[in-house]
């Protein structure tokens, strides 16, 4: 059986006139959006236009939902309660949900932003208040996250389903975790470095962490960051690594 995996990157993060990074490109090499629901970037005609985009090409959508918390992009940690986290992210999901419903498509998943992610991944409260407001909204749709994090434990309480994400510009911790962004080197800039450590993940199943231990990540998903100035470039060098391997890219739950 051939190896399979879903290819996405967060978009719709730009506001009014200003857009940031290159999404239309980028949709050209992904087969799954995660498109920001206004509270951490985005606004509702970006999330309009961003799922208009994403339906034209056939291209899976996924709701991102973040901390409040605009100024910082929703990268910075919030002492939110669970049930705070819970309503903040129901209210996310259905805003994102009308527009799918608008073109006629339904969600396909939910993925977190930034620090409201981070703090899914290692808080089981934080991350139960997530998978219960994704089970609430439509329980057919995917929780995205870490894989062995808080996040896989949450889908399976809730009882929806789970895709474990790998980060294909992202430096790793040996727990697993995604090494702190204000740390040098967390941040991978060549895509063809990028893409090495995607097929290296897809086809062999590990990755080398910053401290030089072998980590064991086999994902579902492999993220790109729409926010990066190598977004673009390093979608494609993914893509096309990926298909010069034979590896089938679509989204999660899409089949055999």
Not at 53 to 58: C, D, P, Q, T
Not at 130 to 154: C, H, Q, T, W, Y
Not at 171 to 195: F, K, N, Q, T
Request: glycine share 10%; with cysteine; hydrophobic share 40%.
């Amino acid at each position: 059986m051939k190896s399979r995996v879903d290819l996405n990157c967060d978009l719709g993060e730009g506001f009014g006139p200003w857009r940031m990074g290159s999404d239309e490109g980028i949709m050209d090499h992904v087969t799954s959006v995660n498109v920001a629901c206004g509270f951490h970037a985005g606004d509702p005609v970006v999330m309009k236009d961003t799922v208009e985009r994403a339906v034209a090409r056939g291209i899976a959508i996924g709701a991102h939902p973040g901390y409040p918390d605009i100024q910082g992009f929703g990268r910075r940690e919030m002492s939110c309660t669970p049930d705070e986290i819970y309503a903040l992210c129901l209210y996310q999901i259905g805003a994102l949900m009308a527009f799918a419903r608008s073109c006629g498509v339904r969600l396909a998943h939910v993925k977190p932003h930034g620090a409201l992610y981070n703090r899914g991944a290692r808080d089981k409260e934080a991350a139960f208040a997530i998978a219960r407001a994704s089970r609430d909204a439509d329980r057919n749709m995917v929780l995205v996250g870490l894989p062995g994090s808080a996040f896989e434990k949450a889908a399976i309480e809730a009882g929806i389903p789970f895709a474990s994400e790998a980060f294909a510009d992202r430096a790793y911790m040996e727990d697993g975790s995604l090494v702190p962004r204000s740390w040098p080197g967390s941040v991978i800039h060549d895509p063809e470095e990028a893409a090495r450590r995607v097929l290296e993940m897809v086809k062999e199943g590990r990755i080398i962490s910053v401290e030089g231990s072998m980590l064991h990540i086999r994902p579902d998903t492999v993220c790109v960051h729409g926010d990066t100035p190598e977004a673009l470039r390093m979608a494609r060098a993914i893509r096309e690594k990926l298909e010069a391997e034979e590896i089938v890219i679509a989204p999660v739950g899409s089949g055999s």
